[in-house]
């Protein structure tokens, strides 16, 4: 099948960088603060380390456009953060020098867009990761403007609605073939994943950021009274959201822009939306746009972002229409 060999590849990367993330997590780790103030952990850099290792020994040509790099553990005042990043990794059997570990995070630091290429984020949904609640690890393969291949490990989402989250689980998806669930830890077998039918608005369950600086809730909260949703949305943090609604837990997912000029990464999204397209929804930008993953680590032409089951996509861009400028 298209894609076996880096669908294979990529899913061992992202398991095993789920272990090192839910080993850092069981610590109750402390955060470190990037230059633009959003918080990050010993976990985004190991994980990060992980998977470009893995996709720089399989495939030493493609781009890697992931989220991290190694700029502020290679300060002296980080040096404990640095260690443990060693440490985390030397307990999954990767062993590696500073320098060599900081460059494999730096693999990961492609900025412009090319006929092929990966993006990453190591840990989608950090401040979730804090709160010992949802987050994701969130990997795409994109060639040629369209995404191929997806994985999204959710570390902390049961494998069944409701059930325990001790196995996690590992949604991935190559375009054409549909999309799966697996356990993250564990040797389950995949099995397909389809959206919901819903299309009675009493029924509809939303799915939101648990952040609001990350998706204005003000303006969720009229869009789904004017649509007729009933239920209390489902807050939570990550890509998570997009397995919820892949799977048929949730209907729409609305990420709507909280200031004018801002402009979604390509790492928040890509890995979601092949999966959710692949269970049969639907992914557009909230004036009803693809999502162009051509133009660098940016969703530069795009505004916001809109998931649905598909059927409710229509209807939900007409009331976005009436209510955000």
Known sequence: ???????????????????????????IPAAMEKQDKSPVTIADFASQAVICRALGEAFPSDPIIGEEDSAELRLPGNKVSLDGVLSQLSRIGLDGSPDEICRWIDRGGAKSFGPRFWTLDPIDGTKGFLRSEQYAVSLALIVNGQIEVAILGCPNLPLEPGGAADAGTIFFAVRGQGASVQPCFGDAAAKPVRVTSTSVWADVRLCESVESGHSAHDRS???????????????????????????GEGDVYLRLPTKKDYREKIWDHAGGVLVVEEAGGKVTDIDGKPLEFTHGHELS?????????????????????????
Do not use: W
Request: glycine share 4%.
């Open 1 to 27: 099948m298209p894609f076996s060999t880096e669908l294979s590849i990529a899913i061992a990367a992202v398991r095993r960088a789920a272990e090192v993330c839910r080993n850092v997590q069981r610590a």
């Open 301 to 325: 032409a795009n505004r916001g972002v809109v998931v649905t089951n598909g059927r409710l996509h229509d209807d939900v861009l007409r009331a976005i229409r009436e209510h955000v400028s």
């Open 221 to 247: 909260a009229m869009i789904s009274a004017s649509l007729g949703i009933v239920k209390h949305p489902v807050r939570l943090d990550s890509q998570a959201k997009y397995a919820v609604v892949a799977r």
